[in-house]
């Protein structure tokens, strides 16, 4: 059954919510593996490269409340994460982005808490697209209007994030009681009507099951424009509500990075380095992952939090682990690197 179903993926036939199922109720570590190499082959099919993302985080104060439970990454939910408010001025966001260019990563991520109208994602677009080369995708989730992401593509955004981290209604409104998944549904849908790549992002191990994956992924599948869904594994925050909930297993954030392979053969599959561990970065590539995301250089200038856990990874560490599993981290050429 397994071996058929993986034959269809390879040969580009269109799987059913079944056949994704069946995926994800694998139990057997040979399967496990199996899953894998088809996703390997089919990203290896399409991609040449393995992109890399940096990131700024513009200002980490969030005006939904209460706050989302597993949230570390707004002021005062979590003493490992930046815990202080801060909002990171012109120069500063300047500064990381020029450093983020001259490392040779192509592509950076401004992202930032909830309750501007997206004028906060604006001003770091403009920063970073009047004065460095990067792509750009900002992601602060459903804060945005029809007016603010007309500016994001007039200064030439390349994609916006906005994460619906499950489509699950009830956990949805558990997990993120400050939040309706209808607004974010919305900015999702309107993204692709301003011209602009949607990212949007699947939370793993937060108590949703198989059919609330497949479900989430099909639901993806209908907005036009999606061209890059991010894997993150949950990881608990400290002093957070969910402090106690265990960490998604690194089994279950395979599958899901392998399955969404299989179903969006030709986007971006993305793992953001701290929700795998920096550590496992291996294993999202192993799973059909073609970008990583929060790659920090060694002279980025500002203190980084992951969003999903504090850890991030390391620009030279990841370039060396793509390299030693034979695979091309996509670095902009003229860019002086130790390592390369
Ligand atoms: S996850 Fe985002 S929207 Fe939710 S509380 Fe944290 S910063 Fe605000």
């Keep these: 059954m397994i071996d058929r179903v993986l034959e269809n ?30 996703a390997t082959e089919i990203r290896n099919s399409r991609a040449k490269h393995i992109k890399l993302t940096s990131t700024i985080h513009i200002t980490n104060v969030c005006k939904i409340n209460p706050k989302c439970k597993y949230c570390g990454f707004a002021a005062q939910t979590s003493k490992d994460g930046y815990c202080q408010p801060f909002f990171k001025r012109d120069e500063e966001i300047l500064q990381a982005a020029k450093v983020v260019e001259k490392s040779g990563i ?17 001003k770091a677009a ?40 499950t489509t699950n209604e009830k956990l949805f ?15 999702c849908s309107m993204v692709g009507s301003h011209n602009m790549e949607l990212s949007s992002g699947i939370l793993v191990g937060v108590g949703e ?9 099909f639901t993806l599948k209908k907005f036009a424009g999606l061209g890059e869904v991010p894997i993150m594994g ?25 399955i969404a392979r299989l ?30 995301a929060t790659v920090i250089p060694e002279d980025y200038p500002l203190k980084v939090r992951g969003v999903g856990s504090p850890d991030y990874g390391n620009l ?11 695979l091309k981290p996509q670095l902009n050429l003229g860019i002086n690197m130790e390592n390369s």
């Design 209 to 217: 099951s198989y059919e609330d994956i497949v479900d989430h992924m």
């Design 263 to 292: 179903m969006f053969r030709d986007l971006r599959v993305t793992v953001p380095t701290p929700t795998i561990g920096p550590e496992n970065i291996k294993f999202s590539l192993n799973a059909g992952a073609d970008n990583l």
């Design 173 to 187: 409104n558990h997990l993120k009681p400050g939040e309706k998944l209808r607004d974010r549904v919305k900015i």
């Design 9 to 38: 993926a390879l040969n580009g036939e269109e799987l059913s919510k079944d056949d994704f199922l069946t995926l994800f109720k694998l139990e057997k570590h040979e399967d496990l593996l199996k899953l894998c190499e088809t």
């Design 234 to 258: 949950f990881n608990p925050y400290k002093d957070t509500p969910m402090e106690n909930h265990p960490p998604c297993s690194l089994e279950r954030q395979m599958k899901t990075i392998a």
């Design 316 to 326: 030279k560490e990841v370039v060396s682990t793509i390299r030693k599993m034979g």
């Design 106 to 122: 192509p592509r950076i991520s401004c992202s930032g808490a909830h309750g501007y109208n997206g004028k906060q994602a604006v």
């Design 126 to 165: 403009q920063i970073v697209k009047e004065n460095t080369s990067l792509e750009l995708l900002v992601n602060v989730g459903a804060d945005l209007n029809d007016e603010s992401m007309e500016v994001l593509n007039k200064y030439g955004t390349n994609t916006v994030c906005c994460n619906l981290e």
